[in-house]
């Protein structure tokens, strides 16, 4: 068991879980469901827009919209290779999701292409334009779990301590 302190309170939390289970979720669904007002559901979707919700955005397919190959790579660069390779990166027309790591490789990244050349070529291209101290690549091939992350909020009502008012 766990315990996770939230510095946000109990309905903020619900309110959240609500919308990681569906973004679309009208205002009006939300209130049936967490039987609070409309008024207050509102009021603080905007208050968590400022703080906790980044963004939203739509899961999509990319099998089916013709970008087959989906690849995870972690990369440990030369020092001096770092903020050019993060610059580079972060303008891709490929990369899906970037992030700097703590501790091991510099980065890992995801990359989306149509095909298996199309990756490979990438991946040629980067040996050639940056000195790559240490790369592993990954070629994912079925997603089994995304972004489920924030579970059912009657699971966790059990190992959450709430903010006090």
Do not use: C
Not at 69 to 87: E, M, Q, R
Not at 101 to 129: N, P
């Amino acid at each position: 068991m766990f315990v996770l302190i939230l510095f946000m309170d109990k309905n903020d939390f619900l309110i959240v879980s609500e919308l990681r289970t569906d973004a679309r979720a009208p205002v009006l669904s939300i209130s049936d469901t967490l039987r609070l007002s409309r008024v207050t559901i509102t009021q603080r979707i905007k208050k968590l827009q400022d703080h906790i919700i980044q963004k939203y955005t739509a899961l999509v397919d990319f099998r089916k919209l013709g970008f087959s190959v989906k690849l995870l790579f972690s990369i440990t660069l030369a020092p001096h290779d770092k903020n050019i390779f993060a610059k580079y990166i972060q303008k891709h027309p490929s990369v899906n999701n970037f992030y700097s790591t703590a501790h091991g490789a510099d980065y890992l990244v995801e990359m989306i292409f149509q095909t298996q050349t199309e990756a490979e070529r990438f991946l040629e291209q980067l040996s050639s334009a940056f000195s790559i101290v240490q790369q592993q690549v990954y070629y994912l091939d079925q997603e089994l779990v995304r972004e489920s992350f924030f579970p059912d909020p009657r699971i966790l009502q059990e190992v959450v301590v709430w903010k006090s008012k």
